[in-house]
């Protein structure tokens, strides 16, 4: 259902027929081998910690030239020269082969379909279709501080510019998405390109990270430890976990921590807090119940433990969850 952003009382303006039709063939790709979509960010776009400077699909059939002999003066590029940006570009191949090289890499790479790839601002790159194949990319091109944040703190490397994400409907959604709202290009236009690009940068850290694991037991392992710690966060230790999944502890401790962030006795520790403002929250048994509830025998231990993660007693938690100091 299309959203109606229009004030009460007013009507629609009407689009005549002619106009209709060009704004359909404007926004749909899936016939078509190309579509560009250059935007220009007005200052206080910036200010959202995000802007789109440009969005765009194209299907390069076996040897045609890359590329196409219309790309846009401003994005010039030869694939054997490489190029410079001054903005990230996130690209996704959806079909056929090809190859990708940066100065941070500093060797060639070949890129199949379900690949995506980002280049950085200032870094040296080359990407091109393989000339047997061609192939089908989408791109998103944009700047702002949110994307120098996550890379200042390693969500995103230079040294590791691709992703393996596979092929995901969603994330073609989104791309045609974002063609549609800079084609458009209503009020406001920009700060929604912003979270389409953050959900597509989401979804590549989220795709890449896990399908590492589906090609492994790995991923089904350590399924299974979160499984045993949400039933026995009472009373199970992580060295029982390991010995029950039949892994050396150092190995396990290792994975679990790169799959979850959490150590595997920080992510118990967790649980367990969680769990326990639930029951300060929900339940009527007094504090010292719950501390024994959640496996501490000491109750010293668990107020104190309580209040240096929650930064408040377990009683001042329960009295302003339960609206007791409203």
């Known amino acids: 259902m299309e959203e109606n952003n229009r ?42 910690g995000m802007a789109v400077n440009s969005v765009g699909f194209q299907e390069i059939g076996p040897g045609m030239p890359y590329p196409p002999s219309n790309h846009p003066s401003r994005y010039l590029f030869s694939a054997e020269k490489g190029r410079i940006l001054n903005e990230y570009q ?42 047997d194949t061609g192939w089908k990319e989408f791109w ?20 590791k510019p691709i992703y393996t994400v596979g092929l995901h409907n969603d994330v073609v959604e989104l ?14 236009f920009q700060q929604l390109l912003s979270s389409i690009v953050t959900h597509l940068l989401g979804l590549a850290y989220f795709y890449e990270k896990n399908e590492t694991y589906r090609s492994s037991e790995l991923g089904d392992q350590i399924n299974r430890a979160k499984i045993m710690i949400m039933e026995q966060y009472r009373t199970i230790k992580p060295e029982e976990i390991a010995k029950a999944l039949c892994m050396g502890y150092s190995n396990f401790r290792k994975v679990f921590k790169e799959y979850t962030g959490f150590s595997p006795a920080k992510y118990i520790q967790e649980m367990k807090f969680n769990k326990t403002k639930e029951e300060l929250t929900n339940s009527t048994l007094s504090i010292k ?7 501490y025998d000491n109750y010293e231990y668990f107020f104190t433990a309580f209040r240096r993660q929650a930064g408040m007693t377990p009683a001042e938690y329960r009295a302003i969850t339960q609206g007791k100091d409203l």
Do not use: C
């Not at 199949?112 to 279709?129: A, C, D, I, N, V």
């Not at 791309?175 to 406001?188: H, L």
């Not at 119940?289 to 496996?295: L, P």
């Open 289 to 295: 119940e719950i501390a024994y509830a959640m496996g």
């Open 90 to 131: 996130l690209l996704y191949i959806t079909k056929g082969k090809g190859y990708f090289t940066s100065a941070s890499l500093g060797h060639k790479v070949p890129v199949t379909k379900g690949t995506m790839f980002l280049l950085f601002p200032g870094e040296w790159h080359s990407y091109y279709p393989d000339p």
């Open 140 to 159: 998103i091109g944009f700047s702002g501080d949110h994307m120098h944040k996550w890379l200042g703190n390693g969500f995103f490397s230079k040294a």
């Open 7 to 48: 004030p009460s009382g007013t009507e629609a303006p009407e689009i005549n027929p002619e106009e209709q039709q060009q704004r359909e063939e404007e926004i749909q790709h899936i016939d078509d081998s190309l579509h560009l979509k250059y935007l220009v960010i007005n200052p206080n776009d910036l200010l959202w």
């Open 175 to 188: 791309y045609d998405n974002a063609i549609k709202v800079a084609m458009e290009q209503e009020s406001g």
